[in-house]
């Protein structure tokens, strides 16, 4: 009786988690000090489950130490490659597209170079950009508050952008990828001679 009702609380929490939505924050910042990419999957903004921040971190988590394997068994450029072709591929931005919800976008801070038409072309471009962006993101889900300084020679710029997604969602993104991997490894190692 206790292992079945464990069993009923383990499946009720299971349905509830699959139904919670997870948030992708991404935080570009360019100030005095350089640039720097901070990025954060959370539930909602109460629990941190990952940060890599671009100054602490770097780019060490591509740096993976492979084994040697001969040139005609390799089938991709390691992970930086297998990652962008996962993230990139026509089949995750139709499930993006439909699944993923904008949060909050919000554009704030000095933009600021050593030269004044530098810091013009870069506040047009920037606005150019968000312009192209506009349409798909919720009016009331924008925040801009930048503008240009051309007396001071450093920026204080900030873009921060937070979207969620269901967890059942990307379930089925990972389990569509691995099924379509899986399926594309049986048909050009056990097929038929018909091209």
Known sequence: MIILAFFILLLILLVILLFLKI???????FDECGFNMEVKVM??????????SLKEDGFSFLAKKKKQVPEKLK???????????????????RHVKNDLEVFD?????????????NTALIFGSIWSLLGILMPYIPQKKLFLDFYPDFQKDTPDFQVICILRAKISHIIVLIVNHKRKK?????SENYGTASY
């Open 182 to 186: 899986s399926r594309k490894g049986r």
């Open 105 to 117: 976008i919000a554009v704030k801070g000095r933009i600021a170079s050593k030269d004044a038409a």
């Open 43 to 52: 539930f909602y903004r109460l629990l941190t489950l990952y940060k890599w």
């Open 75 to 93: 089938k991709e450029k390691g992970r930086l490659s297998g990652t962008l072709k996962i993230l990139f591929s026509e089949d995750t931005f």
């Open 23 to 29: 948030s992708f924050m991404l935080k570009l910042t």
